[in-house]
């Protein structure tokens, strides 16, 4: 007599397109909730006049910048911050590419990059200031200079770390080079250049906030030092918060983006990992 024993295996139930979205959303938001509610108990315990409460830093929030503050600070900071971007992002891919792919080009150029990378952007302000002027032409150079580094030496590096084997696959199969570049070239050296542009954005929020501390009469960097220079703490900490906002809006479209444009990659990555 033989007896025949079976495991029925059954697939795991996969959660649900709500339940993954309410979970993801509530790690997100899960920790800064609770470090809200211990600063609210904190500052009603013990008040601080230099570190406020979240319901005062609320209160001025939605007293300060919703409302005209928002039309002749906000926009223009944002305008002046995407601009910007954009160019240090279009400079720092083309003039990468073409370093990248040049062997003598980037021997020439190297010492010429590292040395201006070195050098910190905003010491370069009172210059722009001179050539310039207070401008907005000035603050968007300012902010283009200090972000352009990371995307254009990633984009260097990743332009020249193109697959060798690939590349004269590509040549023998009489590909042009247009078709080389925005085929192999390009899409190979994608993930490097993301790399460098999410550095780049982090910066330029950087470069934004002190190009108008020092040489503005208007703007988030502007007011944020106003508000401190004349005591008003829970102002001055409404302008970090808006900062911080604008920091994670960024981080979100950078992200969606990013999906898109290197889905061929993490599609890798998934599979290596299974």
Do not use: C
């Not at 938001?29 to 013990?46: A, D, E, R």
């Not at 697959?163 to 590509?170: G, H, R, S, Y």
């Not at 490097?192 to 040489?215: D, H, K, N, P, W």
């Amino acid at each position: 007599m033989t007896l025949y024993t079976s495991t029925v295996r059954t697939a795991p139930a996969r959660p649900s397109i709500w339940g993954g979205l309410s979970r993801s959303v509530g790690f997100a938001i899960g920790l800064p909730i609770v470090l809200l509610v211990i600063w609210g108990i904190w500052g009603t315990v013990s008040p601080a006049k230099f570190f406020p409460g979240p319901l005062t830093i609320l209160d001025a929030f939605i007293q300060t910048w919703i409302g005209p503050a928002f039309l002749t600070d906000v926009i223009p900071s944002l305008a002046r911050l995407s601009l910007a971007i954009v160019l240090a992002v279009a400079i720092g891919v083309a003039a990468g590419t073409v370093i990248g792919l040049t062997r003598w080009l980037r021997e020439l150029l190297e010492p010429l990059l590292e040395f201006f990378r070195a050098i910190p952007p905003p010491v370069l302000i009172p210059v722009f200031v001179a050539l310039l002027g207070v401008t907005d032409n000035m603050k968007i150079v300012v902010i283009v200079f200090g972000s352009l580094w990371p995307v254009l030496l990633n984009t260097v590096e990743g332009v020249r770390g193109t697959d060798a084997v690939m590349t004269e696959t590509a040549r023998s199969f009489a590909l042009t080079r247009s078709q080389r570049l925005f085929g192999l070239v390009l899409p190979a050296a994608s993930p490097r250049i993301m790399a460098g542009v999410r550095q780049t954005l982090s910066v330029a929020l950087i470069m934004m906030v002190i190009s108008e501390m020092f040489y503005s009469s208007s703007g988030l960097g502007f007011r944020i030092a106003y508000f401190q220079r004349n005591y008003l703490i829970a102002e001055m900490w409404s302008g970090i918060v808006l900062l911080g906002l604008v920091g994670i809006l960024l981080a979100v479209i950078f992200t969606l983006v990013e999906r898109r444009v290197l889905r061929w990659y993490h599609g890798i990555k998934e599979v290596e990992r299974a």
